[in-house]
């Protein structure tokens, strides 16, 4: 079991210095649980193996599924995946907000992140905890709800306690989150480019 810390944080402003203390717990391999636009999100270090491993345990998450990762801009998308013209536009259009782009993994990239399928998701979220927590570690940010597989996902800091005290090292009290329709997840591996999951965007 882990100390899990419970640290509030302005959803709107949220605090430099608070940023760095969960950058830090990443960049040691840690978990921080925060919130985003929708749900709050389990965030480890996305080019951090171990890491990702302990999102997979934590959430009983079927190993064949990849994970989404947050990034600051179409840039850093560039550091983890191939972005091609139409990648561009769509980010250029969409971003941030809810569309999940599912592009080609970059080799580096952990089998763990990609679900050995040489692809991933990749989007920018709008909210400004999540924004700045990719910005403060400098990397992109594993993202999916935090709630084990099947269950509600939740939108408060205490929904996210009730799963996972103990289990995650901190988790970022920004108050309740709306909820809402998750993002769409439009693949542009194939073509023509496929929508996964329709959600707040339409494409």
């Known amino acids: 079991?882990?100390?899990?810390?419970?640290?509030?944080?302005?959803?709107?402003?949220?605090?430099?210095?608070?940023?760095?203390?969960?950058?830090?717990?990443?960049?040691?391999?840690?978990?921080?649980?925060?919130?985003?636009?929708?749900?709050?999100?389990?965030?480890?270090?996305?080019?951090d193996r171990r890491a990702v491993r302990r999102i997979f345990e934590l959430k009983g998450r079927p190993e064949t599924k990849p994970l989404?990762?947050?990034?600051?801009s179409i840039g850093m998308a560039g550091t983890v995946a191939e972005v091609g013209d139409r990648a561009r536009a769509l980010a250029a259009r969409h971003w941030p907000g809810a569309l999940t782009l599912v592009l080609r993994a970059l080799p580096h990239l952990p089998e763990e992140v990609t679900a050995e399928t040489g692809t991933?998701?990749?989007?920018?979220?709008?909210?400004?905890?999540?924004?700045?927590?990719v910005r403060a570690l400098g990397g992109p940010v594993t993202a999916p709800s935090a709630?084990?597989?099947?269950?509600?996902?939740?939108?408060?800091?205490a929904g996210v306690l009730a799963h996972f005290e103990g289990a995650v090292?901190?988790?970022l009290d920004g108050g309740p989150t709306p909820g809402g329709e998750p993002s769409t997840v439009l693949d542009l591996t194939v073509e023509p480019p496929r929508i996964l999951r329709q959600g707040a965007v339409r494409v």
């Open 120 to 133: 991933l998701g990749v989007r920018v979220s709008p909210h400004p905890v999540a924004q700045g927590l």
């Open 68 to 72: 989404l990762v947050l990034v600051e």
């Open 147 to 157: 709630n084990p597989s099947g269950l509600e996902p939740p939108t408060t800091a």
């Open 169 to 171: 090292e901190m988790v």
């Open 1 to 47: 079991m882990t100390e899990t810390r419970v640290i509030r944080v302005d959803p709107a402003a949220p605090d430099g210095a608070v940023l760095g203390e969960a950058a830090a717990v990443l960049k040691n391999g840690g978990v921080v649980a925060f919130p985003t636009e929708t749900f709050y999100g389990l965030g480890a270090a996305a080019l």
